[in-house]
């Protein structure tokens, strides 16, 4: 049976509701019946302890100088609202899912997981709906063209200096 | 007595004449009427460069750009920022480039009024490496750290000592509104370039959205 593997990401700080509920038993069970079977949460400065699971196996650490790896090796990336992480994941073009931080409000980060989501270039969700969104979402609608605006950048840069 | 009226009229004569140049430019820079010469090329070409996200997206710009255009480049980061190193030694694939370093102005968890402090000293740091370089271009991003670096390259040009465009790329990640440091370039950058439509409304003229305005 081939490996599915769902990544989950919190960043530099923490974000314990989102381990909570990711690890919560509804949310394995939508994620098995997705065809995942393995889960690696990078869980930060965070105090959930995690326990083993009997649906999937899941691993954990607090940090890692690059995720990169751990990203590209995954099928699915379940990552808080930080841009560098959201940069990063669709960078690789994997299918990501963001989980706001709602008690994080007038983040200006929501906007930009937002305007991504209405360019369908992933989803974005809360804690209280994560499990319906994995249940129900389908990764294969979004958009999996890099999110890359360097050449425009370049062209308007080069007009400016006349070259 | 004719000395006297010297010891008057000299120091007069040069604040109206900085303060009169220094209006022009801003205004210049706020009615985006700056038009450049037929510029001498390469660019020698000063590239602020952030941290995590920042460092990222400065980077894919410059693996964009045609190096060859832009020579010398000069990177400059935080000296604690080993990561951003990295990063940059990784990609940069070109020819003729270089890494400096600047003290960071506030540490994590740094109280207010030391930074005040530390964010002087980097000041002081900063000034002679942008004035050694004498760049044609800086080039940032977002973060911080380009504000003194722009300020001093502003600040050649007001004293006539270089004619450097300052161009800043406002992060992918600002949607609805400038970041800080946006809002301060917003003054002193020649041009700003925004990556959502939304800004680009909310700005007006001021701000450029990508390549709009350019054809195919």
């Known amino acids: ?163 | 007595m004719l000395l006297f009226i010297m010891w008057l009229l000299v120091p007069t004569i040069f604040s109206a004449y900085f303060s009169g140049r220094l209006m022009y430019l801003i205004f210049q820079n706020l009615t985006n009427t700056k038009s450049l010469k037929k510029s001498k090329q390469p660019f020698r070409t000063l590239v602020v460069i952030g941290s995590g996200g920042h460092t990222a997206e400065m980077l894919r710009l410059m693996n964009s750009m045609n190096k060859l255009k832009f020579m010398p480049r000069l990177y400059l980061l935080a000296d604690t920022d080993t990561t951003s190193r990295n990063r940059v030694e990784n990609d940069e694939n070109g020819l003729d480039w270089s890494i400096a370093t600047i003290p960071r102005s506030r540490h994590v968890n740094q109280s207010y009024l030391t930074s005040i402090f530390s964010t002087i000293y980097a000041i002081f740091i900063t000034v002679p490496t942008v004035i050694s370089f004498k760049p044609d271009l800086v080039l940032c991003n977002g973060p911080g750290t380009c504000v003194p670096v722009c300020l001093v390259a502003f600040i050649m040009k007001l004293f006539h000592y270089a004619d450097t465009s300052i161009i800043f790329v406002e992060s992918i990640c600002r949607v609805k509104s400038l970041s800080l440091t946006g809002k301060l370039m917003y003054f002193i950058a020649d041009l700003i370039i925004v990556q959502w439509p939304e800004l680009r409304k909310k700005y007006g003229h001021r701000v450029k959205y990508l390549d709009e305005g350019l054809n195919s």
């Not at chain 1, 940090?63 to 990203?71: E, L, Y």
Request: charged share 20%; net charge negative; hydrophobic share 35%.
């Open chain 1, 1 to 163: 049976m081939s490996t599915k593997t769902v990544f989950v990401t919190v960043g530099t700080t923490k974000f314990d509701e989102l381990i909570n509920t990711v690890t919560d038993h509804r949310t394995l069970q939508a994620l098995k019946r997705n065809g995942y079977t393995s889960m690696i949460l990078q869980i930060g400065n965070g105090s959930f302890v995690v326990e083993p699971s009997d649906v999937l196996e899941i691993t954990s650490y607090k940090f890692k100088p690059d995720i990169g790896p751990d990203m590209i090796n995954s099928d699915l990336i379940i990552s808080h609202g930080g841009a560098g992480s959201i940069m990063q994941a669709l960078d690789y073009g994997k299918p990501l899912l963001v989980v706001i931080n709602e008690k994080l409000m007038n983040n200006h980060q929501c906007e930009l997981a937002e305007k991504l989501c209405e360019e369908r270039y992933l989803y974005y969700t809360t804690c209280e709906n994560l499990w319906n969104c994995i249940e129900n979402l389908d990764f294969s609608l979004l958009n999996s063209v890099k999110v890359d605006n360097s050449k425009k950048i370049c062209k308007q840069i080069e007009y400016f200096l006349k070259i």
